[in-house]
């Protein structure tokens, strides 16, 4: 192995996105026209549903907590722990959440260590 340093440069692109372009970019897509209709609903409603985590948590603190409401606290908690339920229902069976869109399979590129699993 040479001990010599490389040096990269980084590149430095100066051109705009232009109508031709994004109708180039789009056609690249029409044959997975599928895949990215699945991935775009599958992220807005994770980012939906996210959103709403936030909002039911504000919601117990404004509601419930402040105004020393029990029952309310009660009723948004149950909602939410729905919604958890939902979430964990959508994980495979043995634990791993690599089939599911936005999610890293579990495995590394680096090399095994001794004694410990890949991936560990």
Do not use: C
Request: net charge negative.
């Amino acid at each position: 192995m040479s001990d010599e340093l490389i040096e990269l440069e980084e590149e430095e692109f100066t051109s705009n996105l232009t109508a031709p372009v994004f109708r180039r970019i789009l056609g690249l897509f029409k044959p997975h026209w599928k895949w990215l209709t699945g991935f775009l609903i599958a992220i807005s409603v994770t980012s939906a549903l996210d959103g709403f985590f936030t909002y039911l948590t504000k919601q117990i603190v404004d509601q419930g907590i402040t105004l020393k409401d029990p029952a309310r606290v009660y009723e948004i908690a149950t909602l939410y722990g729905a919604f958890i339920l939902v979430q964990a229902v959508t994980e495979p069976a043995d634990g791993t959440s690599e089939t599911l869109f936005g999610n890293f399979p579990s495995y590394s590129l680096y090399p095994p260590t001794a004694g410990l699993p890949a991936g560990a």
